[in-house]
């Protein structure tokens, strides 16, 4: 989710000043996703920039609120009903970080593998406390957000497992090519010989 589309939403609902829109996302989104006032306003300047909100004049509490246009809200209708494509969402620093730590000298990938297994349990826990903390029906947005997190927290706890069952049958070659991704180089040749990941679980 972009900040973009996340104040165009909140915007959707009525006009709007910064602080409002930073406590708001901050409320939808179960304080899973913190943003400080600079975002805001820094985001709200681009989104008046392209014509997808309007500044309103200032209160007299000198306080300006924003209102969305035709063009933002034709914007935010297009958002919701495009699919996010998992080209689009940030690459994925865990597992290029192992990929890195396989094939750097001196770091042990094992210790890598169950340090970020601890730590991921522990951010599950928590997810996991703070999703029954409440079951009021105005709670359910931050909710879903908090089921999204759980379920990614389990999926790489899983992913963290077959990483290290992996581990144990990786054997590093030293000579000629690794072979193309999903080989296995059985231990104890030459190189020569190779396996598929399948052939060697027959």
């Known amino acids: 989710m972009s900040i973009r589309h996340g104040l165009l939403a909140l915007l ?3 006009q709007m000043y910064g602080y409002q829109l930073r406590a708001a996302f901050e ?3 179960g304080s899973t996703w913190p943003l400080n006032i600079g975002q805001v306003y820094t985001t709200l300047a681009r989104l008046e920039r392209d014509g997808l909100v309007r500044s309103l004049p200032e209160s007299e509490a000198g306080q300006r ?3 969305i246009t035709d063009a933002g809200r034709a914007d935010l209708t297009l958002w919701f009903a495009t699919p996010i494509s998992r080209t689009d969402r940030p690459r994925d620093e865990l597992a290029i970080k192992l990929a ?3 094939t750097t000298p001196g770091v042990d990938v094992r210790s890598v593998v169950q340090t970020q297994r ?3 349990m522990r951010t599950l826990q928590e997810f996991t406390r703070l999703k029954y903390a409440s079951d009021r029906p105005e709670d359910l947005p931050w909710r879903l957000v908090l089921d999204a ?3 990614q927290a389990e999926a790489e706890v899983r992913w963290l497992d077959h990483c290290e069952s992996s581990l144990v049958r990786y054997r590093p070659t030293t000579t000629g090519s690794p072979g193309p991704p999903g080989t296995v180089r059985a231990a104890g040749t030459s190189g020569a010989v190779e396996r598929t990941d399948q052939e ?3």
């Open 149 to 151: 997190m759980v379920f």
């Open 118 to 120: 601890s730590a991921t």
């Open 200 to 202: 060697a679980r027959r």
């Open 100 to 102: 890195l730590a396989l």
């Open 65 to 67: 609120p924003y209102e």
């Open 27 to 29: 409320e939808s989104t």
């Open 12 to 14: 959707e609902r009525g």
